[in-house]
């Protein structure tokens, strides 16, 4: 007879390292819903999207943890890595929910194509365990996490009990220093990266360049999107797609490249 019994396993993984407060936070947010074991980097991976560490080695470490139902391990690796080891060689079982953050910064707009934490995210996704990325729109280590626990912990629930479309993971974003007014679904807004680095010059006069920059929403009034919602203090929840082929185009250009 099935054991009805077996509490939710909950994997969380995210790219600011397990010393993070947003990963702490998430953990304890969502601890009474199942039993939740962290798999994190033993360094910081932001904007390391889906990279893999190939050509040398992956060490697994636990490392001490207060929080009542919740393991805690180190990967030295990237997020990516975290998800794929801590199915490999951590988790008892396939876990019912996979989650990463809260990252400390956006991953609004296209961001999402940078973002080490929503890397973790797809990686679950292909996998085909329903995921979920979190991200507070503040950098600061000390941002402060405890206006959005109701939110993140209701969209948790919620994936948890009723799972996602096939293919399909959730990119969360959390306005900063407010409670939010609401929950919003939508698209990420279209934008782009501008003035990326700036260039210095070190003792020596060589010139070395520092990643800096700023976005530009290409459709401020549109909406229908995420960039939209969050200037008006939502929380946005934006479908991604873990396949990212465009089948749309596949007719059209296949009139043209296979004439």
């Known amino acids: 007879m099935e054991n009805t019994n077996i509490r939710p396993l909950i994997l969380i993984s995210n790219d600011d390292s397990i010393d993070a407060p947003g990963i702490h ?7 009474s819903m199942g039993d939740v074991i962290v798999v994190a980097p033993a360094h910081p991976h932001s904007g390391q999207s889906a990279a893999l560490t190939v050509g040398s080695p992956l060490r697994i470490s636990e490392k001490p943890c207060d929080i009542e139902s919740v393991r805690m391990f180190t990967v030295t690796g990237t997020p990516v890595d975290c998800i794929k080891l801590g199915l490999h060689a951590i988790v008892p079982r396939k876990p019912d929910l996979v989650l990463a953050g809260i990252n400390h910064g956006s991953n609004s ?3 999402v194509t940078y973002s080490g934490t929503m890397g973790a995210v797809l990686e679950a996704c292909l996998e085909g365990i329903p995921a979920v990325g979190f991200s507070l729109l503040h950098h600061s280590i000390k941002a402060d996490f405890t206006l959005s626990t109701a939110f993140v912990a209701d969209i948790t629930a919620k994936v948890l009990s009723g799972g996602l479309p096939k293919g399909i993971c959730l990119n969360v974003n959390i306005p900063a220093k407010v409670i939010p007014e609401g929950i919003k679904v939508c698209r ?5 990266w501008t003035d990326e680095y700036k260039r210095y010059l070190d003792p020596l006069g060589v010139p070395f360049y520092w990643l800096t920059g700023h976005f530009v929403n290409e459709e401020p009034d549109a909406d229908d999107t995420d960039e939209f919602w969050l200037t008006r203090r939502y929380v946005t929840v934006v479908p991604v797609a873990a396949d990212q082929s465009d089948t749309e185009a596949v007719k059209t250009l296949a009139s043209r490249f296979e004439a």
């Open 188 to 192: 990420a807004a279209r934008g782009r």
């Open 25 to 31: 936070h998430l953990a304890r947010t969502v601890r």
């Open 109 to 111: 707009g296209v961001n």
